[in-house]
């Protein structure tokens, strides 16, 4: 799974310019920091969205981010630190929680389990494990359980 250069930079540039902001709005006077503080709002909003719009969600397919190798399950990362993806033995896995935009893998029901940030509908990311697990495969594997500490 290739990152775009462009999501790269907008990953690293926009929290750099809302550090920024945030220190540009604590050291400026009443009108600059009404103004800072308008602006990390826009920026940040726009940021969410961009993380959110369906273009963003066809620059990374499901298909991609979650494929099958034989008995493993491979899920990509999608940003964050250049990861390897997480290969892990379908026999291993306990259950799956499912989210807005969001995925855990529980391994082996001991609570270690791993977070991904997909930019799909949870409708979505659920089609695309049934589809590699197979309906038997996906209905022994839990959903959405609480987290046990």
């Known amino acids: 799974m290739r990152k775009s250069k462009?999501?790269?930079a907008l990953f690293i540039a926009v929290p750099t310019l809302l550090l920024i902001l945030v220190f540009a709005n604590m050291a400026t006077s009443d009108e600059l920091s009404t103004a800072t503080a308008i602006a990390s709002v826009g920026i940040l909003f726009g940021f969410i969205s961009y993380m959110r719009s369906r273009g963003f969600s066809k620059k990374y397919p499901i298909d991609a981010l979650i494929e099958k190798d034989g008995d493993t399950l491979v899920f990509h990362?999608?940003?964050?630190v250049q990861k390897k993806p997480l290969q892990v033995n379908i026999d291993a896995?306990?259950?799956?929680n499912f989210s807005h935009h969001y995925l855990g893998v529980i391994l082996d029901n001991n609570g270690q389990?791993?977070?991904f940030q997909y930019p799909h509908k949870t409708?979505?990311?659920?089609?695309r494990l049934h589809e590699l697990l197979g309906e038997d495969t996906f209905a022994k594997i839990q959903s959405n359980v609480a987290a046990t500490a």
Do not use: E, R
């Not at 896995?93 to 799956?96: G, M, N, S």
């Open 93 to 96: 896995i306990y259950a799956l």
């Open 123 to 127: 409708s979505v990311v659920k089609a």
């Open 6 to 8: 462009f999501d790269k």
């Open 113 to 115: 389990g791993f977070d």
């Open 77 to 80: 990362y999608l940003h964050g």
